[in-house]
């Protein structure tokens, strides 16, 4: 069984200023792992995923996330963010051979003018 | 190619009354899963469907809940006599086989409000 913790429920950043939102799993098998943003009274889309190779990913809207298996972490960072980042942001992972998403309970990236 | 698609997008319901919520999947994709997001928290898997099949539904409360996937139309997830407690997110993805790679492709969800 997986399980999957975002340490933070909130993030308040002020715009152009980086962000790093944490994530850490735990599993007894090999994961995939995912990050997800949810716009206000949207579904979900995905930022970036990994699934084998470099571990440094990088995704949409400027967002990189790197795997760190030895601390069983998957952060995501933003060198720069923008208002228009203002949304809720999941954490995810599938182990291997399995089917079940496991999300975190979620981090609100709020981003201040 | 259209994405995974939900309908209703919002669905009002007084307690005690049925719940339906349709999910088609990319063209393609014969699996399906669905996902709940209560208030404030993550989703949580509900149950995975193959056509005409139900391969998982662990995450299904054992009573009111059901789902089906059938050869013809959308996946249906089915509430009976809700209660205000049922009020969330509901959320379905579709992946052509049943690969682990499959998160990309969620639906936009119904939101279900019972009062």
């Known amino acids: 069984a997986q399980s999957v913790t975002q340490l933070d429920s909130q993030v308040p950043v002020f715009e152009e200023a980086p962000v790093e939102l944490r994530c850490n799993y735990s599993?007894?098998?090999?994961?995939?792992l995912f990050w997800y943003v949810q716009y206000p009274n949207q579904g979900l889309q995905l930022l970036l995923k990994?699934?084998?190779?470099?571990?440094l990913v990088k995704g949409i809207n400027g967002f990189e996330a790197e795997f760190n298996k030895s601390q069983t972490s998957f952060h995501l960072r933003k060198p720069s963010v923008h208002i228009s980042d203002t949304a809720e942001y999941f954490c995810a992972v599938i182990g291997t051979g399995g089917f079940k998403t496991i999300f975190g309970a979620g981090t609100r990236l709020f981003v201040k003018a | 190619n259209a994405g995974v698609m939900q309908n209703p997008r919002h669905l009002v319901r007084r307690r005690g009354q049925e719940a339906r919520l349709r999910c088609s999947p990319m063209k393609g994709h014969s699996h399906v899963y669905w996902y709940r997001q209560l208030p404030e928290e993550g989703l949580k898997f509900m149950v995975y469907l193959q056509k005409e099949n139900i391969i998982d539904e662990s995450g299904m409360p054992k009573e009111r809940f059901s789902a089906e996937f059938p050869k013809e139309g959308p996946s249906i997830l089915r509430i009976q006599q809700v209660v205000r407690g049922d009020s969330a997110a509901y959320f379905c993805?579709?992946?052509?086989?049943?690969?682990?790679?499959?998160?990309?492709?969620f639906g936009p969800g119904t939101r279900l409000t019972v009062t």
């Open positions: 993805a579709s992946s052509p086989t049943g690969t682990t790679v499959m998160s990309e492709y």
């Open positions: 599993s007894s098998v090999s994961v995939y």
């Open positions: 990994y699934l084998s190779g470099s571990t």
